[in-house]
């Protein structure tokens, strides 16, 4: 009970935060995903070091942040020149005296810069254009909109996951990765996310085509519960339960934005197709 309540607390008070931050957006989205990032990124660092791996923490938060600055403020030629230098200067610190493997360092360095930072660049993107690329009306905030509908459908998915397998489960889906995690939770949590995307984007925003819920609400319900996985391999290998516990009840940063960082490159992509006339 006490570790309920615990994790009851932290979302009264994270999902307002996260809401009301995605809506505002501009610089306040902007400083939430740098928290999300540099925390996360530590997290990641600090996985594998009981593994003799010990990423470079400080230069690789360092770059991360300083990528998403430029991705926000659209300095898109600095970016490419600062990427380069950086990169070239993780692998020159491999000639440097230092514990563990050296090449380990240097690789698990550039995947945590990857798979945090450059991941929400993606949704950092979505939300500094989506209201250009589909033409909203001034005022109108068609992006805030679209990215409360991801949290809230992301939220609903892993719910309905957990309650699916709980009553229904019967078929392991990832037994060697998540052995509490079913076939039959995994569907439940898809037809919910997607049933949500689909309500709240024709209720919200009906000025939108329903076949972009309908493909945001797949790829938050297949993709987010990848992600989900994705991180769980990364705590199995590294033979911890969570990946912090700065969030009481909760694990750590990793462990609760790990299906909004794995979709948002995703609903990048979808959304460019749209605004493209593709789809």
């Known amino acids: 009970m006490k570790g309920l309540w615990k ?113 929400l660049s993606a949704i950092l993107k979505v939300r500094l254009s989506f209201d250009t690329w589909f033409l909203a009306p001034e005022g109108a905030n068609w992006g805030g909109w679209y990215l409360i509908i991801v949290w809230a459908s992301i939220w609903i998915c892993d719910t309905a996951a957990y309650f699916g397998g709980s009553y229904l489960g019967k078929h392991k889906l990832a037994p060697n990765i998540s052995p509490k995690k079913t076939v039959e939770g995994a569907v439940t949590g898809l037809i919910f996310g997607l049933i949500t995307f689909i309500l709240l984007g024709k209720w919200w925003l009906p000025e939108l085509p329903v076949t972009l819920f309908w493909w945001s609400g797949l790829i938050v319900g297949i993709l987010g519960q990848l992600g989900d996985l994705v991180e769980s391999r990364f705590k199995r290998d590294a033979e911890v339960k969570d990946s912090s516990t700065i969030l009481p009840g909760h694990g750590g940063f990793l462990d609760r934005f790990d299906s909004f960082t794995y979709v948002s490159p995703f609903l990048f992509l979808l959304l460019y197709i749209f605004q493209h006339g593709r789809l």
Do not use: H
């Open 7 to 119: 994790r009851v607390l932290v979302a009264i008070v994270g999902i307002p935060a996260i809401l009301g931050l995605t809506y505002l957006g501009g610089p306040y989205f902007l400083l939430f995903l740098v928290v999300i990032s540099a925390v996360g990124l530590w997290e990641f660092y600090s996985l594998f070091t009981q593994k003799d791996v010990y990423p470079y923490r400080i230069l690789g938060i360092f770059i991360g942040i300083s990528f998403l600055l430029l991705v926000f403020f659209e300095n898109w030629e600095i970016l490419y020149i600062f990427m380069i230098i950086s990169l070239t200067g993780i692998l020159l610190l491999l000639l440097s005296p230092q514990k563990g493997i050296a090449s380990l360092n240097a690789v698990f360095t550039v995947a945590g810069i990857f798979y945090t930072p450059f991941f």
